[in-house]
């Protein structure tokens, strides 16, 4: 991490009140040369322990989740601090993955503890008693089932503002300080977590989710718009993502291994011989993916559930593109936004357990992360044969989905993504390589 994003660091927590505290903790902890990933795991702790408070809707539980999220911020805070020198591809793995994994528990936590009170449809505290009886209570869908819904799509809305945050950095030519708000709003842990355990008191699960939908839209806003274009998720977060170092003459040359293409993509890619820019046919097919999602998957019978994998399909052929126009690190995050999608409805559409689909849309984004921080440090530079691509995992759900067998693929399919990132997290050479690699 360099100076200016220590800085900004440093000056982002301070604006948020939390600076004294999270700085004692941080000298505390290197006192005791505990290192920066070792912070993130303890505040990790800390959240799967709110999380756990919160399966159990009650405002007794809510108030008790809350310290454990106070210190989830403020350890994970501590351990952003302590960055201030040049992450190892361990560290930085680490602090990203942990924030993620964090509101991830905290998400279905959440959602759980909704589940036991399916009258009040997950609004609960003063304001949420208030909106029942409203539209806001039949957003997302009518009861605990709305809930879920709200819940994976927010776990896909952390997902792409992480990808739009790491793609963003790759192309930026210098690290300034980054916006207060995006820094807030955009990346995961942090304050957020202290406002995701206001929301619950306050309004309970629906509201939360909806509050996190709105922040995730605005914090997409305020980066696409390039009011702030010196600054993103990713540059004042270390949580975000990596960030390439300021100034590489290459810096972006990675950015095409985050869209995380399989074997048959890549294939397809080599056809058009990478003249074709990603973005128009990627364009294409999120566009029929969105519109078909929208009017519901289950109205496509037999074959026709795959009309939107082979919609998407068409984003294959940028994948051999160096990804180097001045829209292109935009590619990455609207591919992973149609397999959220895509995933997200038809595990709704053809009746998976909610918490299920959940689980698979999480370890969908903790692929596309573990690939993004690999390729940063050049252990990712082929197909995603062991994750099977974005396409081949679509492909996967889609024949489940036309075979009338994917509530029983979509728990298999979650558990061998989740086993294979902490198989290859535990094997692979992204440890030891955060000592040797050098800026891509």
Same mark, same amino acid.
């Given at each position: 991490?360099t100076a200016?994003?220590l800085?900004a660091n440093?000056r982002a ?16 902890a290197?006192a005791?040369e505990l ?7 303890i505040?990790l702790?800390f ?8 399966t159990?809707?009650s405002v ?6 809350f310290?454990?999220?106070i210190a989830a911020? *403020? ?7 302590m960055?201030?020198?040049e992450?190892t591809a361990?560290?930085e793995w680490?602090?990203?993955?942990c924030a993620?994994l964090?509101e ?5 936590? *959440?959602?759980t ?7 009040n ?8 008693v208030?909106?029942r ?5 039949g957003?997302?869908g009518?009861?605990t089932?709305?809930v879920?819904r ?10 792409? $503002? ?8 790759a192309?930026r030519a210098?690290?300034p300080?980054a916006?207060?708000f ?5 990346a ?7 406002? *995701?355990?206001?929301?619950?008191l306050?309004?309970g699960?629906?509201v939360?989710?909806?509050?996190? $939908?709105?922040?995730?839209?605005l914090a $997409?806003?305020?980066?696409l718009?390039?009011?702030s274009?010196?600054g993103?998720v990713a540059?004042?977060?270390a ?5 390439p ?5 290459a810096?972006?040359?990675?950015l095409p291994?985050c869209?995380g293409d399989?074997?048959?993509s ?6 058009? @011989?990478?003249r074709?820019?990603p973005?128009?046919p990627?364009l294409v ?6 519109v078909l999602a ?6 496509l019978?037999g074959i026709?559930?795959?009309?939107p994998? @082979?919609?998407m399909?068409l ?9 180097d126009?001045?829209?292109?690190w935009?590619?990455?995050a609207?591919?992973?936004a149609? @397999?959220y ?11 998976a357990?909610a918490?299920?689909t959940l689980?698979?849309v999480?370890a969908?984004?903790m692929?596309?992360l573990?690939?993004?921080c690999?390729a940063?440090?050049e252990l990712?530079?082929s ?7 974005? @396409? ?6 889609g024949l ?6 994917l509530?029983?693929?979509y ?5 061998? $993504?989740?086993?294979?990132l902490?198989w290859e ?7 030891s390589a ?5 800026d891509?």
């Amino acid at each position: 991490m360099t100076a200016e994003e220590l800085a900004a660091n440093q000056r982002a927590t301070a604006a948020l009140g939390a600076n004294p505290v999270a700085r004692d903790v941080a000298r505390w902890a290197s006192a005791r040369e505990l290192a920066p990933g070792a912070m993130a795991a303890i505040a990790l702790g800390f959240g799967v322990i709110g999380a756990v408070w919160l399966t159990a809707d009650s405002v007794h539980t809510e108030v008790v989740a809350f310290p454990a999220l106070i210190a989830a911020f *403020i350890t994970g805070r501590a351990g952003r601090l302590m960055g201030n020198r040049e992450l190892t591809a361990a560290a930085e793995w680490s602090l990203a993955a942990c924030a993620a994994l964090t509101e991830l528990a905290l998400y279905a936590g *959440i959602a759980t503890g909704a589940s036991g009170d399916p009258a009040n449809a997950g609004l609960t505290g003063p304001a949420g008693v208030r909106l029942r009886g409203t539209a806001v209570a039949g957003l997302g869908g009518q009861g605990t089932a709305g809930v879920w819904r709200l819940a994976v799509a927010a776990v896909g809305m952390l997902a792409v $503002l992480q990808m739009v945050g790491i793609c963003q950095a790759a192309r930026r030519a210098a690290v300034p300080r980054a916006p207060r708000f995006q820094a807030f709003a955009g990346a995961p842990g942090g304050a957020r977590l202290l406002l *995701i355990g206001a929301a619950v008191l306050i309004g309970g699960a629906r509201v939360t989710f909806l509050m996190l $939908l709105v922040l995730g839209v605005l914090a $997409l806003g305020t980066m696409l718009a390039g009011r702030s274009a010196a600054g993103s998720v990713a540059g004042g977060n270390a949580a975000a993502g990596p960030v390439p170092a300021a100034g590489s003459a290459a810096q972006s040359r990675w950015l095409p291994w985050c869209r995380g293409d399989g074997p048959f993509s890549l294939w397809i890619g080599q056809f058009v @011989e990478g003249r074709l820019p990603p973005l128009p046919p990627l364009l294409v097919g999120l566009l029929v993916t969105g519109v078909l999602a929208w009017l519901g998957l289950q109205n496509l019978p037999g074959i026709l559930v795959f009309t939107p994998v @082979e919609a998407m399909l068409l984003a294959a052929l940028g994948s051999r593109h160096p990804h180097d126009g001045p829209r292109d690190w935009l590619a990455p995050a609207l591919l992973q936004a149609g @397999e959220y999608l895509f995933l997200a409805a038809l595990g709704f559409a053809y009746r998976a357990w909610a918490p299920v689909t959940l689980a698979l849309v999480g370890a969908v984004m903790m692929r596309h992360l573990d690939l993004a921080c690999r390729a940063r440090y050049e252990l990712a530079r082929s197909a995603d044969r062991r994750g099977l691509g974005w @396409e081949g995992r679509m492909f996967v759900a889609g024949l489940a989905a036309a075979l009338g067998i994917l509530p029983y693929v979509y728990p298999l399919l979650a558990a061998y $993504l989740w086993g294979l990132l902490a198989w290859e997290w535990a094997t692979s050479g992204l440890v030891s390589a955060g000592h040797s690699a050098v800026d891509g």
